[in-house]
Each structure stands twice: as structure tokens, then as C-alpha cells.
Nanobody, 127 residues
Framework: QVQLAESGGGLVQAGGSLRLSCAAS????????MGWFRQAPGKEREFVSA????????KYADSVKGRFTISRDNVKNTVYLQMDSLKPEDTAVYYC????????????????????WGQGTQVTVSS
């Protein structure tokens, strides 16, 4: 089992940047594919990005491609989401999640395929 804790959210103007962090407990962090999801008020939770266990492969939602960058540090047990050129439509609660069972070479995008979740961090982008 792994426990996840997000940080780094806040209020930023459109065009600005934020870096989210997700710290994981335990000694098996490198066994998990890690993902970021977000949920805006009144909307379903949606996929943002995912990264493979080694960090060599990444996937992004079309809405954030070219603006967001996911990375991980398996020594620090942390996954990051660098968010640049933020837009008001990026406003949401951002969650990190861990996927234990996905086969090598696959990065899942459905929230129900992830096993563990953090509590979320609010990101608000003002226009």
C-alpha cells in the first residue's frame, strides 16, 4: 500500500506556472505507474498525465500537451507536474494516483484503473 500527499497548488494568473508535487510513502514507489487527474466543479474527474515506473515514458491529455510536464524522482519517492501557460480552464482540484497492476508499456487514463489516491490540491487560474 502507498499513501500519497499532493502539494504546490494555489492561485495564479493566466499564463503563469505552478509545480505540483506528490510525495509517496513506503519503499515501493518505483513499482507504481503514477498519474495526475483533475476535477473541476460539476465535472467528472479527468486524466491529465501519467508516467511509467522508470520515468522513461509519459502520456498527456490533449488539453495539456505542450504545456504540462510530468516527471518523477524514485529516490525521493515523488512525482511532479510542471504546469506552464496556465489557462482559466485548468482550474480544478488536482489529484495524484498510483497504479500498481498495469502491465509494462501501458499508461492508463481511466481513474477507476488507479489503486491509490491523494487528497488533492486546488489550482485556481484567474483570467
Amino acid at each position: 500500500q502507498v499513501q500519497l500527499a499532493e502539494s504546490g497548488g494555489g492561485l495564479v494568473q493566466a499564463g503563469g506556472s505552478l509545480r505540483l508535487s506528490c510525495a509517496a510513502s513506503g519503499r515501493t514507489f518505483s513499482r507504481y505507474v503514477m498519474g495526475w487527474f483533475r476535477q473541476a466543479p460539476g465535472k467528472e474527474r479527468e486524466f491529465v498525465s501519467a508516467i511509467s515506473r522508470s520515468g522513461s515514458t509519459t502520456k498527456y491529455a490533449d488539453s495539456v500537451k505542450g504545456r504540462f510536464t510530468i516527471s518523477r524522482d524514485n529516490v525521493k519517492n515523488t512525482v511532479y507536474l510542471q504546469m506552464d501557460s496556465l489557462k482559466p480552464e485548468d482550474t480544478a482540484v488536482y489529484y495524484c494516483a498510483a497504479d500498481r497492476l498495469t502491465p509494462i508499456g501501458i499508461l492508463r487514463t481511466r481513474a477507476d484503473e488507479y489503486d491509490y489516491w491523494g487528497q488533492g490540491t486546488q489550482v485556481t487560474v484567474s483570467s
